[in-house]
């Protein structure tokens, strides 16, 4: 099979990151998790600078690490695997184009065709003309721009990018993120990333890993529309709040909640079952304290938004305007609601 197979084992000092990989050829797969999950470390044993442990790494058909008897292993360049990172890494003796020849050259290619395969690329990702300048003259969305070009040149079989846009501004981070959409088209490609704009806009695919394990996986959307952990619920927006099945609905103490959802609800038919419930916090209203289906809480803080301010409160989070939140302050008790329409429950 071609794309990129592996099940990567590495030990480290208080957990053992263990994932299994299987990415399509031409598939792009993002992977999210919250910093020390394990995720760098991930690339780094694929693109073979972090030895294995344990597993095997197959690219393209070919086993290309492998940490049992008889050992195999290869180096990056030849297991047919390229690393971009947040830093470009561009060599800064070179010029741009020569750079971006660098990884055909390596590989035998004429040097000529090399550098017109340079050109070429550079007008690919935004650059056209930019040959002759030196590294130090780009600004840092050039300098991914030109990254990227090198390391696609190269031919890759894979390509692995551990968070090329976090240091970037957004408006850049926007254009480099439409820039590879475009590049890494039929290319096998695992993201790393922070981000979920980055997930959805470059991704069909997205693994989540929590203290070096897989704890979801699945398209995009839909690992972000029903969130399996605190984390997942947090990079897409959502309040998650964790409890049991009951009466066809979603219980925790005294607060329940119900959903119009046909798979919700299925889900909510086996009482006493673990069940959390998400929702997104535009979707809760503040209402009057006699309102029979909303549920009383404190709040616990406030946080200014573009939109206007986010009410954190003892039991979930709401979203309101920022003259409806004048009225408002730490400690005072409110009553929530939210529509069942707006609730999925997720096991």
Request: proline share 5%.
């Amino acid at each position: 099979m071609s794309g990129l197979r592996a099940h990567v084992v590495v030990n480290r000092e208080h957990f053992a990151v263990d994932v299994t990989l299987d990415v399509a050829e031409g598939e792009t797969v993002a992977v999210m998790g919250p910093s020390g999950a394990g995720k760098s470390t991930l690339l780094q044993a694929l693109a073979g600078l972090e030895p294995l442990t344990a597993g095997e790494i197959e690219v393209g058909g070919r086993v290309v690490d492998r940490a049992v008897a008889p050992r195999v292993r290869t180096e990056p360049m030849s297991r047919g695997i390229v690393l971009l990172g947040q830093d470009a890494r561009l060599f800064p003796h070179l010029s741009v184009r020569e750079n971006v020849a660098f990884g055909p050259r390596a590989a035998g290619a004429d040097a000529r065709k090399a550098r017109d395969s340079a050109e070429e690329w550079l007008i690919r990702v935004g650059l056209p003309g930019a040959g002759d300048r030196m590294p130090r003259e780009l600004s840092g969305g050039e300098g991914q721009r030109v990254a990227v070009a090198r390391a696609l040149a190269a031919s890759p079989r894979a390509v692995l990018l551990d968070e090329p846009l976090v240091a970037l501004d957004p408006e850049t981070a926007g254009e480099i993120r439409r820039m590879l959409r475009d590049q890494l088209a039929g290319t096998t490609t695992i993201a790393v990333t922070h981000d979920a704009a980055d997930a959805v806009a470059l991704a069909e695919r997205l693994i989540v890993i929590e203290a070096g394990r897989v704890t979801q996986s699945g398209p995009v959307r839909e690992v972000l529309a029903a969130p399996a952990s605190g984390f997942v619920a947090s990079i897409a927006g959502l309040n998650r709040l964790v409890g049991v099945a009951s009466g066809g609905g979603w219980q925790q103490g005294d607060l329940r909640l119900t959903s119009s959802d046909a798979d919700s609800r299925a889900l909510a038919e086996r009482d006493g079952a673990a069940l959390a419930a998400a929702f997104r916090p535009q979707d809760v209203r503040i209402v009057g304290g006699t309102d029979a289906e909303g549920w009383s809480t404190r709040i616990t803080r406030l946080e200014p938004t573009l939109a206007g301010v986010r009410v954190h409160t003892a039991v979930g989070a709401v979203d309101v305007s920022l003259g409806e939140a004048a009225r408002l302050a730490p400690g005072d008790e409110v009553r929530l609601r939210v529509d069942p329409a707006n609730v999925r429950f997720v096991r």
